[in-house]
């Protein structure tokens, strides 16, 4: 079965500073990976994803992941924090099971930023 | 052009009643997804539907859920007998087709049972 795990909970940084979130998944074949991000009483909104080719991928509002099969981790980077990205932070693994791209995500990790 | 629609936004209902949550995906987008977001169980799939095809209902967690999808469009999620676990953030997602695909997701319904 597949599965991610996210292993902070809440991560705090100052406004300027760089920010790496951790994932990890399982999964019995090459995965699809996905970092969405969603703030209060929204829904989720997609930052980047990859499939397939390049490792290192580029999203929206500056952030980039980098999907390393060794390590099965998919780490969300982003250079400079901007009050405005605090929000939280889900990844997801699918995969094409039967034709379908059904999510699994992890738990999530509320990132705070301090002015 | 118009994103994945919810309503309603909020339900509120009693513990045993009936309810139908319901879901416009974008147009065009053949692929539909339920999932479900609770405190207890964080975000967890619930059912897919991929054009004509039979629904993928795996997630569903009691046969007190169901949910259909007409004409290929809109898709309702109905909850019957209603328990308190059943209160959460119900959120809907549709993509081109299924497989390497992204979904685009819905704002929700929150749904409280009292």
């Known amino acids: 079965a597949q599965s991610v795990t996210q292993p902070d909970i809440h991560i705090t940084v100052s406004e300027g500073a760089s920010l790496e979130l951790r994932c990890n998944y399982s999964y019995g074949a090459t995965p699809y990976l996905f970092w969405y991000v969603q703030s209060p009483g929204q829904g989720l909104q997609l930052l980047l994803k990859y499939f397939s080719g390049d490792t290192l991928v580029q999203g929206i509002k500056g952030f980039e992941a980098e999907f390393k099969r060794s390590q099965s981790s998919f780490n969300l980077r982003k250079p400079s924090v901007h009050w405005s990205d605090a929000a939280e932070y889900f990844c997801?693994?699918?995969?094409?099971?039967?034709?379908?791209?059904?999510?699994?995500f992890g738990t999530g990790t509320q990132l705070k930023v301090e002015l | 052009g118009a994103g994945v629609s919810q309503s309603p936004s909020n339900k509120v209902t009693e513990k045993g009643k009936d309810v139908e949550l319901r879901c416009d995906p974008i147009?065009?987008?053949?692929?539909l997804y339920w999932y479900r977001q609770s405190l207890g169980q964080g975000l967890e799939f619930l059912i897919y539907?991929?054009?004509?095809?039979?629904?993928?209902k795996s997630g569903l967690p009691s046969d007190r859920f169901s949910a259909e999808r007409t004409g290929g469009s809109v898709s309702t999620l109905t909850i019957q007998r209603t328990q308190q676990e059943d209160s959460a953030v119900y959120l809907c997602a549709s993509s081109i087709s299924g497989g390497a695909f992204e979904q685009y997701f819905g704002p929700g319904t929150r749904l409280t049972v009292t």
């Open positions: 539907f991929q054009g004509n095809s039979a629904p993928d």
């Open positions: 147009s065009g987008h053949t692929a």
């Open positions: 997801a693994v699918g995969g094409n099971t039967g034709g379908g791209n059904k999510l699994t």
